[in-house]
């Protein structure tokens, strides 16, 4: 069974730019999630998608940041314009229900350096 | 907010040694997740505990869920260089068990 994709590994860019991260879940996984990761601690929850809808988006800074799943498949997180402190990885998982219980998978994660 | 507090952050110990990683909440969870995260991977995930005072094992790894499934522990006997990485836990509040709130991490380093 194919992980959790995700690209592009590395980005670096300056700060007031934009980009664009994507994630592509494991097979008929409907629930979807985006984590920022600042170096050395836990991931904190962005925005979670069940199938193409938004189920929380109460932490992601959406002044800046933006997230779509149009097909209830494959996910774009944006952010626009970047800054200093977006610096972080950003790391998608997704995840099944399996005997009332919720086990997330992980993608290997997006390292982005804002400069 | 439910905080997820684990403990040390930090531990560098020696090939063979035994240690205990703490992860406490003032919080009820319905089940508890232990994840392993190598420098430049995602987290993957080690186990997950449901049961108040359940005890799982995995190889040299020991997780027990607290009785009041506020808190949990992993513990490893003779550690190996293997098990160098960023230790999470991960807590899924009641009634939202789609959801985790993640632990502050403790980074192990095992030497030769």
């Known amino acids: 069974e194919a992980g959790v994709a995700q690209s592009p590994r590395y980005k670096i860019i300056e700060k007031r730019q934009s980009v664009a991260f994507w994630c592509n879940p494991i097979s008929g996984h409907a629930t979807l999630y985006w984590y920022q990761q600042i170096l050395g601690q836990g991931p904190k929850l962005l925005i979670q998608?069940?199938?193409?809808?938004?189920?929380?988006d109460s932490q992601l800074p959406k002044d800046r940041f933006s997230a779509e799943r149009l097909k209830g498949v494959d996910s774009t997180l944006k952010i626009q314009p970047a800054k200093l402190e977006d610096s972080a990885v950003y790391l998608c998982a997704s995840s099944l229900l399996r005997q009332d219980l919720y086990e997330q998978y992980f993608g290997p994660g997006t390292r982005l350096t804002v400069t | 907010t439910q905080l997820l507090e684990q403990s040390p952050q930090f531990l560098s110990i020696q090939e063979g040694e035994n240690l205990t990683v703490y992860c406490n909440s003032s919080s009820v969870f319905s089940s508890l997740q232990w994840y392993r995260q190598e420098p430049g991977e995602g987290p993957v995930l080690l186990v997950t505990?449901?049961?108040?005072?359940e005890v799982k094992k995995l190889k040299r790894l020991t997780f027990q869920f607290g009785d009041a499934r506020k808190d949990s522990s992993l513990h490893i006997t003779a550690a190996q260089p293997g098990d160098t990485g960023l230790y999470l836990c991960?807590?899924?509040?009641?009634?939202?068990?789609?959801?985790?709130?993640f632990g502050t991490g403790t980074r192990l380093q095992v030497t030769l």
């Open positions: 991960a807590g899924a509040p009641i009634g939202t068990a789609s959801k985790l709130t």
């Open positions: 998608f069940q199938n193409n809808g938004v189920v929380d």
């Open positions: 505990v449901v049961t108040g005072g």
